[in-house]
Structures are given as structure tokens and as C-alpha cells.
């Protein structure tokens, strides 16, 4: 029997030290009702705050990851501490010399562990802000500093963001873009073996099948030329390694202040998402997690989760390489709504995945 994702991957340092899961299409996904109960897994917490708009009587935030947890309640306590523009600074959405005052700010109205956590890594937040210092930024910053100058200049990569009709962006992307270069540097730097070790836990492709870096090339085609790039932060970040004035739901001015008023609502739990807290829950939050499961365990878990689910809850949660749906012993008591789906795929602008799964339990 394979062995479960907590014994066969690391979770001791920062994994994802920011969402790469749009919350735009997170919130859509879920019944618009104030006083719902959301399970959510932590990650980096950015997703769990965005939960916070849906005005929820409660979200249980899960991790298997120290470390993740630390994240969100870095964020939790930069909420209840900083204004709105300190608080992009701090996790490096803006330029900042203050990052270290700031950091001391924040942590000065949080636990013993987190505040020893985060005083470790002062150095890389000082430099790169808190929201950068992960295994999957990193990754992303090697790549812009010594992938993407050997694809494209500067110059080239800043006009993926100007504002142009879809034709103007097909043609840009195939002129100036879809070079033999960047066909060939993707297939490496996007391989399954470079990923692994350099991006994600090597464990966590043990299920997927196919090229990574033709589902790179893909996504990033769909993301330049369907979507507007204009409007697109997990784009802009990956290729600039900033932001600019393009921010990802919870780090937006306009929702700063609901969030920041509602932080008391989130309960943090350490351990397995499928044993955090006793349901009923309205909402399932589960980002990726199907994806570094096999069939087996994936039915196992959602199962277990499904028994904690009130009628009508909905679950919710990303594939990129690795097929995962609810199982087939749930057939009749879960339907997928796929018209949704295909609605939110639209406006997803965390383009790396291959699908969007929203199903609702029926009975």
C-alpha cells in the first residue's frame, strides 16, 4: 500500500508562502449566504481570508505544514496590526525598506512559535518580503533570473502587459513569444524532475502522467492570449516578480478592511484536512490536495470529508496533472456542476491548472 503524502513529502519548511489558487473563482464557487462554516486547507492563508467576504460563521484553516500555518497567522496578525499598504509591503507586494520593522510590528501580537518561525527568516523577508520566501517563489525567481533572460528581453516580457484586443494578443504570442526557445527551456525547467526538487515536493508528482512542460506551455498560451495578462497577478508575478497595481482577492484595498474585521472567525488546526473539525460544513476549500493522492486515498479522504458535509455543500479544488472527482461509491449523493465549471474556468487567471472541480452534495 502506498505510503500517505505525509510520510512521503516534506512539510517542514515554506512550501507556498502565497496563493497560486485565484480566490475570485474560489468565492464563486460557493452558495452567497452569510453564517456558513467553510473547512478550508491552510496553505499559505491567502485563500482562507478571501472566505472571509462570504461573511461565514466560521473557517477551519487545516495543515499537515508547520510552516504553512505560520504563514496564515503571520497574516492574520498583519491584519489585525497594519494598514492596508503596510501589509502589501510586508509580503512584498510593494517595494519597501521597512520589511524588518514591519515584520516585528506584526509578530509583536503573535504566538511564541510563530514569532520564532518568522524572526528565522527576518533576512529573506527583509529582502524579498513574507510573501515570497517559499520553495515555489523561489523557484519562480530562479527562473526570471536565469531561464527567462535566455528566452526573451526585458522588453519583450514587459509587453506581455499592455492592454490589446484578443487578435493583437494571438498575434503577439506567436511572433514574439512562441519561440524554439522557449519550447525548449520550458520543457526542461518545467520538467516533472526540475519541479520536483526545485519548485514542489518530488512526491507530489507521483500521480501525474504527461509532459509538465507542454501543460506549462499550454496554460501560459491560454492565460497570454484567451485572458487579458493585463489583469492577471499570478502572471505578472512569475514573469516580473511583481504585482504592480494587479493584486489577488485578499490583498486588495477594497477588501482589506472586511477581512481584517473578521480574522476572529478563522480556527487554525494542525493536522490531516479530513480530521480538523467535526462538520457540518457548508464549503470545502481543498485546493490541490486530490493531486498528490492516489485514486485509493483521494476516495478515502473525500469520503471522509463527505460525512462531514451539510446537505448542499459544495467542494471545491484544483487538478493539474492528475485527474481526481469525487468517487464512485458517492455516485447520486454528489453531482458536478459543470456548467459552473466552465463559467469560472473562463475568468481563472491561476492559469498552471488543468481543471476546476465544484461539486454538491445532494443527499
Not at 512539510?11 to 489558487?21: D, K, N
Not at 457540518?280 to 463527505?306: C, H, K, Q, R, W
Not at 487538478?319 to 456542476?337: C, D, E, I, K
Request: aromatic fraction near 12%; charged fraction near 25%; glycine fraction near 6%.
Amino acid at each position: 500500500m502506498t505510503a500517505s503524502i505525509d510520510q512521503r513529502a516534506s512539510f517542514e519548511a515554506v512550501r507556498y508562502a502565497q496563493a497560486w489558487e485565484d480566490a475570485d473563482v474560489l468565492l464563486g464557487a460557493f452558495h452567497k449566504r452569510p453564517g456558513q462554516r467553510f473547512l478550508s486547507i491552510c496553505a499559505a492563508g491567502d485563500n482562507v481570508l478571501a472566505l472571509l467576504l462570504l461573511d461565514p460563521r466560521e473557517v477551519v484553516a487545516a495543515d499537515l505544514s508547520d510552516a504553512q500555518i505560520a504563514c496564515l497567522r503571520l497574516r492574520i496578525a498583519a491584519c489585525r496590526t497594519l494598514p492596508h499598504g503596510a501589509f502589501l509591503e510586508l509580503f512584498g507586494a510593494r517595494p519597501s525598506s521597512r520589511r524588518s520593522a514591519l515584520l516585528t510590528e506584526a509578530l509583536a501580537v503573535c504566538d511564541g512559535d510563530t514569532s520564532a518561525f518568522w524572526q528565522a527568516l527576518e533576512p529573506q523577508v527583509a529582502e524579498y518580503g513574507a510573501g515570497n520566501v517559499g520553495k515555489f517563489e523561489n523557484y519562480f525567481r530562479l527562473f526570471r533570473r536565469y531561464v527567462l533572460p535566455l528566452i526573451h528581453s526585458r522588453s519583450t516580457v514587459e509587453s506581455v502587459f499592455e492592454k490589446r484586443d484578443w487578435a493583437a494578443r494571438a498575434r503577439f504570442f506567436e511572433d514574439r513569444w512562441n519561440n524554439r526557445r522557449w519550447n525548449l527551456c520550458t520543457s526542461l525547467f518545467f520538467s516533472r524532475t526540475v519541479m520536483g526538487w526545485l519548485g514542489r515536493d518530488p512526491a507530489f508528482f507521483d500521480h501525474v502522467e504527461g509532459s509538465a512542460g507542454a501543460h506549462v506551455r499550454n496554460k501560459v498560451r491560454f492565460a497570454a492570449v484567451d485572458q487579458d495578462p493585463s489583469e492577471n497577478p499570478y502572471m505578472r508575478t512569475v514573469l516580473t516578480g511583481r504585482s504592480a497595481d494587479v493584486l489577488p482577492t485578499a490583498w486588495r484595498e477594497e477588501t482589506y478592511q472586511a477581512i481584517a474585521d473578521r480574522v476572529d472567525r478563522i480556527t487554525v488546526v494542525k493536522g490531516p484536512v479530513q480530521r480538523a473539525a467535526k462538520g457540518p460544513f457548508d464549503g470545502f476549500n481543498l485546493s490541490d490536495i486530490f493531486e498528490y493522492m492516489s485514486v485509493e486515498e483521494t476516495a478515502e479522504i473525500y469520503t471522509d470529508l463527505f460525512e462531514q458535509a451539510a446537505p448542499g455543500a459544495r467542494f471545491v479544488y484544483w487538478n493539474m496533472m492528475a485527474p481526481r472527482s469525487a468517487p464512485p461509491s458517492l455516485a447520486g449523493r454528489v453531482v458536478r456542476l459543470s456548467d459552473l465549471e466552465a463559467e469560472l474556468k473562463q475568468i481563472d487567471k491561476a492559469f498552471f491548472y488543468a481543471d476546476l472541480i465544484v461539486e454538491e452534495k445532494t443527499s
